[in-house]
């Protein structure tokens, strides 16, 4: 059964940071693409931030220089380390998991607020 399980998220000041953590289990953890996704409301599901199994980066240009993708393989992890956050970072973020298929985390709620 695989499972994918999102943490990390809560709310921030404008300007702060906040480290968004995945675990996915159930999968070949090391051939998997890991991407972020986010949704704000009233808005659709956008690719925030890639990394493929070989550790090859894309970022959506939205966070380009501000949010930092990256994995562990051994501990079947990938983070989204975010910085310099804006109140128009304010979504669930959603990891998702693909090896063969596409694997959903429940999401994680950021709210980018003074």
């Known amino acids: 059964q695989v499972q994918v399980v999102e943490s990390g998220g809560g709310l921030v000041q404008p300007g702060g940071s906040l480290r968004l953590s995945c675990t996915a289990s159930?999968?070949?953890?090391?051939?998997?693409?890991m991407r972020w996704y986010r949704q704000a409301p009233g808005k659709h599901r956008e690719l925030v931030a890639t990394i493929t199994s070989a550790r090859s980066t894309r970022y959506a240009d939205s966070i380009k220089g501000r949010f930092t993708i990256s994995r562990d393989n051994a501990q079947n992890t990938v983070w989204l380390q975010m910085f310099s956050l804006k109140p128009e970072d304010t979504a669930v973020y959603y990891c998702?998991?693909?090896?063969?298929?596409?694997?959903w985390g429940q999401g994680t709620q950021v709210t980018v607020s003074s």
């Open positions: 998702n998991a693909i090896q063969l298929y596409s694997y």
């Open positions: 159930g999968i070949i953890f090391s051939a998997s693409e």
